[in-house]
Structure formats: C-alpha cells, structure tokens
C-alpha cells in the first residue's frame, strides 16, 4: 500500500482513538442505528463535505452527491437514496445545496468539453438555457456563481416533483425541501429562499427564488 493510503488509515485510528477517550460509547450506539433528521443533496466536489460544513457528525445526515448537485427523474441512483431517506429514515429535511466555484456549472455555462461527463453536465446546460435572459443581464464574472444558484433551485423542483415527495405529502408526512448554496471562499452557506413542504408550495417559491436570484445579480426583480 501506497505512503499516501498508509497516511489515511493511520489518521482514521488516530480519531477513532480519540472519540472512544472523548465520548466512551460512541461507536456503540453508532453502530445500533442511524436516525438523521437530514438528507444532503450536494456536489462530488471535494471541499463541499456536508457533515463539516454543518457541524454535524456521523449518524446526523444522509448524504447524496454527484457532479453539480443534479437530480434528474431517470437517475435510478439519486432516487433511491431519496426514497430511502424519506420512507425508511423518515427526514425532515432535503437540503440541495449548490456551491459557488462548481467545476460543473462552469463547464455547463461556457461549453467546456470535459468527456463522458458532458451527458451529466447537459442537465445543467438545460438549466442555463431556461435563465439564459437572467444569465445575460450578469456581469461576465459572476455567471457561474448564478448558474449554481439557479441550478439549485431548479434541482429542488425535481425533488419536489418527484414520485417519492408527492406520495410522502400526500400521506401527510412532513419533510420540507431546501436550495442552498456554499461559499468555499469564505466557507458560508446561503439561503436561496426556496423551501417547499408540499406540491402546492413549490411554484410561489420557485418564484419567489428565481425572482431573488435576478435581483441579487442584475438589480432588476424583473
């Protein structure tokens, strides 16, 4: 095994150790259950890590992630841990949370070529298309970060609209979907304004963010 994996596991018996001193028990009761009142939706990109960002530890949040935070109704992968989360943990909370520097909004906006991703990416292009009148009144600078706003928004519509949260509403369960961005340039998150707790919440919070969004970034409301 390689120096840079020995270092890893050195360092995973190095916090073992020190939680079992800390808070004897605490891989006891880990291992027993997992009852999260969250679930994170976020990107694969290495500085978005939901329990840090959070302060929460293992055990407290039910992560998903994928290039550019997309959820889209034919990734059997993303759905599947929705549902799980929903019907089987029984969340609270869905966060979807973009980030602004996305490697993947960045290629989704100016074309850039990246290989077998581009297939993925084209679901945030599709995003960019449908704002591209918001986009286009952006300074040049600040595109991508509105991009991953709006790509955020978009993707807790998908989520609202999907077949796992309209039957969970429609039985009356309570779980309130959320559009947040992350700043890893001053570690911050960022309260999009779209939060939804039922089918008939989401189009006047779509609204009301996207409305947010074009205001934040062109000074128009309009």
Known sequence: MSDALDILFSQNR??????????PGFFTS?????APRYMWIGCSDSRVPANQITGLEPGEVFVHRNVANVVVHSDLNALAAIQFAVEHLQVEHIMVVGHYACGGVTAALKNIRVG???????????VRDRHQEILDGVPESARPDALAELNAVEQVVNVASSA????????????TLHGWAFGVHDGLLQDLGMSVDGEAATQASY????????????????
């Open 164 to 175: 796992v949260l309209r039957d969970a509403w429609s039985r009356g369960q309570r779980v």
């Open 14 to 23: 190095a916090w073992s150790a020190r939680m079992q001193q800390d808070r």
């Open 116 to 126: 077998l991703a581009d297939n993925w990416i084209r679901h945030v292009q599709d």
């Open 207 to 222: 609204v009301h963010s996207i409305a947010r969004i074009r205001l934040k970034y062109t000074g128009n409301a309009d």
């Open 30 to 34: 880990l291992g027993k259950q997992q």
